[in-house]
């Protein structure tokens, strides 16, 4: 039986996408901070619960994230930077990315496919922000990106059928994003489905990079 790894199974595209594997027929293991106590900020507790994991996995999601720490919001103008902040959300979105992906490497398979996909953003795009803003927030996943290239190089030397890449799920209804107003929001179950196609569809000539719901490459 295929086999997947969720980690962030409690949000809103978390929940959706363990939901649509085992709709696929994967046996899936799931993490998050409710339902497990992850702290993606501590390393002790990052290797504590993937550290008991036993592999091999085919997919391994990763959806943990944050816009701001509770009671903020992201930074509309440079006044509103606050360093704390800031250190908060790259805790979470950065360095919480980069202590999951310390542990990915022996969790998948040595001669077969794997895919390990890690949600960012678009606007973590440094070549497609056109508004500014949103500083911590786009900084923050323009690392992690930076940090999923990396790991698909080094993973790839000993495991050539792996796939990493960082991924942008388009704008989905979850209530990660319920207090913006955007057009084209679509439900998490959705965003799945979309998610899943294109996994399904990278070849290893494809490691490393950043794609967009619908397959299409997103600019650094």
Excluded: C
């Amino acid at each position: 039986m295929k086999r997947a790894l969720v980690v962030g199974s409690s949000g809103g595209i978390g929940q959706a996408m363990t939901k649509e594997l085992m709709n696929q027929g994967y046996d899936v293991v799931t993490l998050s901070r409710r339902n497990d106590g992850l702290d993606v900020t501590d390393a002790s507790s990052v290797h504590g619960l993937i550290g008991k994991l036993q592999g091999p996995f085919d997919i391994i999601f990763i959806a943990t994230g944050i816009l701001a720490p509770e009671g903020r919001s992201p930074e509309k103008s440079l006044n509103a930077i606050d360093g704390h902040v800031m250190a908060s959300v790259m805790a979470v979105n950065t360095i919480g990315v980069a202590l999951i992906l310390r542990e990915v490497p022996r969790l998948l398979p040595l001669n077969a496919r794997s895919v390990t996909a890690v949600l960012t953003a678009r606007v973590g795009s440094i070549g497609d922000n056109q508004i500014g803003g949103w500083y911590s927030y786009r900084a923050s996943k323009a690392a992690a990106n930076q940090l999923v290239h990396g790991a698909a190089i080094e993973i790839a030397r000993k495991r050539p059928k792996a796939i990493v890449a960082a991924f942008h799920p388009g704008t989905v209804d979850t209530p990660f994003t319920a207090n913006y107003s955007v057009e084209g929001k679509f439900p998490p179950d959705t965003a799945a489905k979309y998610l899943l196609s294109v996994m399904s569809q990278l070849t290893e000539q494809q490691t490393g990079g950043f794609f967009d719901y619908k397959g299409h490459e997103v600019a650094w």
